[in-house]
C-alpha cells in the first residue's frame, strides 16, 4: 500500500517509528520540540515523546554536538537535529575530530552510533550563510557515512537505516524538498546504504545526480529525449558508501556521463564520481565525464545571480547534447 | 545655557527622527515581503529601535558596529540610506552589497557596520577584532557588538570576552535582550544571569530599559567614552522587545508568545511613542511638528522603496565578482 506524503512527513515518521522501536534514541537541537523546526519537519513528535526524549537546546552547536558524541559513547542513539547545513561549520571539530575518528583511534572498542540531520539547497534567497550544500566536507572525512535523499520515499527509508547505524552518518535533506510529496508505502521498509538507484533506462548517455539535482536530472533526460537522445538516471542515495558498481555498468552501456550535484564543483562531489568513472570504465567512455556542480562562487542573494549558480535541466541537457555530438570542449 | 539646550534639542530631534526612520523602513519592508516582492525572509527590527539609536548616537562614524540577522535597524542607526537599503533587500545592483548580500548580510563600511551576519554570534570574533585593531593601530575608536539573547549561548563570546578583558579592548557588547531567540523563551536557554557572565571575567556589566532611549544614550556616552580612554571591555543588557515574529513569515505565534503580552508591550512601552510623549511634555516639539516629522520620513521611505522597486538588478557577469579581492572574475581564476 503506498501514498504520497510530503518528504517533511516522511522524515516525521521515520523518527516516530524508530524512536517507538528504540528508547536509546533521543532528539536534541534547536527549536525541535514545541515549535518543531522552523520547517516544522518534527511537529508532533515532543508532544508523543515529551521533552526528555525532544530536546530544545540553546543556540550551541558545537556543544550540543558534543553531547550527542558523548552520548553515542555511552549508551544513547542521538539524531542531532542541525537547522541549516551551513552551521556544519560550527560542529566540525566535534563531528569530524572527535565522532569520526573515535571507532579507529579506539581500535574498535568504541562506537558512535549518532545521526546528524541537516540540509543542503540553494535558490531559497537566503544568502551566502544559508543555502550552501556542504556534504563533500563531511564526506572527505573517513569514518562518517553521508546519505542524500532526493525524495520522501528515499528521506524515510534512508534516515531509518541511518539511526539503525552504529557509526556517524550525516543525512542532507534538501530544503527546498520539504512539501514536495512522493508514494511512500504505508509498512515499513528501509534503503540499505550503498545501493544506487537507477531511476530511468537509457542508452546513450549517465547522468548521475544527487539529492536536489535528480528531479534536475530527471528534468533534463525528458528535454533530451524529445531531441532523441536517450538518457539514464541514477540516484547514488549515499555518497559514503558510494555504490560504484551500479554507476560504472551504465557507464560502460552508454559510454558517456555528466556528475549533477548541488555542491561547488571544485573539489567536490562530481569530480570525486567522474574521476572513479574515468579511472574504472575509461576503455568504455566515448567522451570526457562533465562535472556539474554549484558555481565555485558563494551564493548570492539577488534572484537574478543566484539563479545562474546552479545547475539546470535546461543546462544539464546541453552539455549532454554535446557529449552525444562529440562536441564537448575537450573532445578533439 | 542656550547653546546647551539648542545641542540638546538637535540630539534629541535626531535620536527621534532615526528611531521613526528605522520604524518606517521596517513598515516597508514587512509590506514588501507580504505582497511578495521581496526575495527570502527578513527580520524586523520594530520595537528595539531605542537600542541601536541610543547606541548609535554615541559613536562617530569611524566607530565600527557588528550586527545581526535582525540588522536593519542598526545600519539605520550607523547612517545608511534608505535607497541604498531597499535596493540591497530587492537584490539590486544599488544596493550596498550590489544585491549580493541582501537583508542577513547588509553592511554599510562608509559608516563603520562591518555588516549583518546570519550565524548567531558569528560577529563577536569580528567586533573584537575591530577593537583590537584600533588599540594596535592606536585610532581611538571604539567597536559595538550588538546580538540577542540567544547569541549568549555560543562559547564564540566566552573566548573573546576573556581576550578582550585580558587585552583592555575598546569593545562593548551590546545584548539586546527581547525575551526570545526564534519560539524559545530566554529563561529556557539561558542559566544564570547574563552581567553575571560578563562580569566573571571582570568586565563591567550594565542593565538598561532597552525602551528608553535617553537612558541607553546616556550610559552608551559614558562607556563609549571610557573605552576610547582604554577602560573597556563593557557589557550591556538591553531588555527589549520584538513586535513582529522571530521573522516575516512567524504569523502564528501563539503558541509561544500571547497576543496580550505582545500588546502590552507596543501599548504601554512603545520606544517612540514615549519618546514622542516626553519630547512634547517638555516643550522641545509640539504634537504637529511630532505628526510633521513621521509623514515626512514616512514619504522618504515610500520613494525609495518605489525606486528600489523599478532599479536594475546586477548584470550577470557580476556573479564572479568579488570572489578574491584583487581578482575580476573568480571562475577564470580558479
Ligand atoms: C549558528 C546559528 N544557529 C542557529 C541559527 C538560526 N537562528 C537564526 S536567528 C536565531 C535566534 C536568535 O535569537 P537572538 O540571538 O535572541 O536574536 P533575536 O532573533 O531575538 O534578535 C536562530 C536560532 C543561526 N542563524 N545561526
Ligand atoms: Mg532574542
Not at chain 1, 569530524?96 to 541537516?118: D, E, F, I, W
Not at chain 1, 537522445?229 to 554507476?247: C, F, H, K, Q
Not at chain 2, 539561558?190 to 550610559?219: C, P
Request: aromatic share 8%; with cysteine; charged share 25%.
Amino acid at each position: 500500500m503506498s501514498r504520497e506524503i510530503t518528504l517533511s512527513k516522511a522524515v516525521n515518521e521515520a523518527i516516530a517509528e524508530e524512536m517507538r522501536r528504540d528508547p536509546a534514541i533521543f532528539l536534541i537541537g534547536e527549536d525541535v520540540a514545541e515549535a518543531g523546526t522552523p520547517f516544522k519537519v518534527l511537529s508532533g513528535l515532543v508532544e508523543e515523546f515529551g521533552p526528555d526524549r525532544i530536546i530544545d537546546t540553546p543556540i550551541s552547536e558545537p556543544g550540543f554536538m558534543g553531547i550527542a558524541v558523548g552520548a553515542a559513547m555511552t549508551g544513547s542513539r542521538p539524531i542531532v537535529d542541525l537547522m541549516f547545513g551551513d552551521f556544519l561549520f560550527l560542529v566540525m571539530d566535534q563531528l569530524c575530530n572527535q565522532a569520526a575518528k573515535t571507532h579507529y583511534m579506539s581500535g574498535g572498542k568504541l562506537q558512535v552510533p549518532l545521526v546528524l540531520r541537516t540540509n543542503l539547497g540553494a535558490t531559497r534567497r537566503s544568502a551566502a550563510q544559508h543555502s550552501q550544500s556542504l556534504h563533500a566536507l563531511v564526506a572527505h572525512i573517513p569514518g562518517l557515512k553521508v546519505a542524500l535523499p532526493s525524495s520522501a520515499y528515499e528521506a524515510k527509508g534512508l534516515l531509518k537505516t541511518a539511526i539503525r547505524d552504529d557509526n556517524p552518518v550525516v543525512i542532507f535533506e534538501d530544503k527546498l524538498m520539504y512539501n514536495d510529496k512522493a508514494p511512500v508505502p504505508e509498512e515499513e521498509y528501509l534503503i540499505p546504504f550503498g545501493e544506487a538507484a537507477v531511476l530511468r533506462e537509457g542508452h546513450e548517455i549517465t547522468l548521475v545526480a544527487t539529492s536536489s539535482m535528480v528531479q534536475v536530472a530527471l528534468k533534463a533526460a525528458d528535454l533530451l529525449d524529445r531531441d532523441g537522445i536517450s538518457a539514464e538516471v541514477i540516484d547514488p542515495r549515499t555518497i559514503v558508501p558510494l555504490d560504484e558498481e551500479t554507476i560504472l555498468s551504465s557507464v560502460r552501456k552508454t559510454s558517456r556521463a555528466i556528475v549533477i550535484d548541488e555542491g561547488h564543483q571544485n573539489f567536490g562531489i562530481t569530480g570525486e564520481i567522474a574521476s572513479r568513472i574515468s579511472e574504472k570504465a575509461f576503455y568504455h567512455l566515448d567522451a570526457p565525464v562533465v562535472r556539474m556542480g554549484a558555481m565555485d562562487v558563494p551564493v548570492p542573494f539577488s534572484p537574478a545571480l543566484e539563479d545562474l549558480t546552479v545547475p539546470t535541466p535546461e543546462t544539464v541537457a546541453e552539455n549532454a547534447r554535446l557529449s552525444v555530438r562529440g562536441e564537448l570542449f575537450h573532445a578533439a | 545655557m542656550a547653546p546647551k539646550k539648542k545641542t540638546n534639542t538637535e540630539d534629541y530631534l535626531q535620536m527621534y527622527r532615526q528611531m521613526v526612520r528605522i520604524r518606517a523602513f521596517e513598515d516597508n519592508a514587512n509590506q514588501l515581503y507580504l505582497s511578495a516582492k521581496m526575495p527570502g525572509l527578513t527580520h524586523m527590527y520594530s520595537g528595539q529601535e531605542a537600542v541601536a539609536v541610543g547606541i548609535c548616537e554615541a559613536l562617530e562614524d569611524t566607530d565600527k558596529i557588528t550586527s545581526t540577522h535582525r540588522g536593519h535597524g542598526h545600519c539605520v542607526a550607523k547612517g545608511a540610506e534608505f535607497k541604498e537599503m531597499f535596493c540591497e533587500l530587492l537584490g539590486k545592483a544599488e544596493g550596498y552589497c550590489r544585491g549580493k548580500g541582501g537583508s542577513m548580510h547588509i553592511a554599510d563600511q562608509s559608516h563603520g557596520n562591518l555588516g549583518a551576519n546570519a550565524i548567531v554570534g558569528g560577529s563577536m570574533g569580528i567586533a573584537t577584532g575591530a577593537a583590537f585593531s584600533a588599540k594596535r593601530l592606536g585610532t581611538k575608536d571604539v567597536a559595538v557588538c550588538f546580538f540577542g539573547d540567544g547569541a549568549t549561548a555560543q562559547g564564540l563570546w566566552y573566548e573573546v570576552m576573556n581576550m578582550a578583558a585580558l587585552w583592555s579592548l575598546p569593545v562593548i557588547y551590546a545584548c539586546e535582550n527581547n525575551g526570545y531567540s526564534e519560539y524559545t523563551k530566554t529563561e529556557e536557554i539561558a542559566a544564570g544571569s547574563l552581567t553575571a557572565r560578563a562580569q566573571a571575567f571582570g568586565i563591567e556589566a550594565h542593565s538598561v530599559d532597552g525602551q528608553d532611549v535617553l537612558a541607553v544614550n546616556e550610559l552608551a556616552q559614558k562607556l563609549v567614552a571610557r573605552a576610547r580612554k582604554g577602560e573597556g571591555p563593557f557589557f550591556i543588557e538591553l531588555k527589549t522587545y520584538r513586535y513582529h515574529g522571530h521573522h516575516v513569515g512567524d504569523i502564528n505565534r501563539d503558541y509561544y508568545r500571547s497576543k496580550d503580552e505582545e500588546a502590552e508591550w507596543k501599548i504601554t512601552r512603545d520606544p517612540i511613542v514615549n519618546f514622542g510623549k516626553w519630547l512634547e511634555a517638555e516643550g522641545v516639539l509640539s504634537a504637529d511638528e511630532l505628526v510633521a516629522i513621521n509623514d515626512e520620513i514616512k514619504a522618504d521611505a515610500k520613494a525609495a522603496v518605489d525606486y528600489a522597486l523599478d532599479a536594475a538588478y546586477p548584470p550577470t557577469g557580476e556573479v564572479d565578482m568579488h570572489v578574491f579581492a584583487g581578482v575580476d572574475h573568480a571562475l577564470s581564476y580558479v
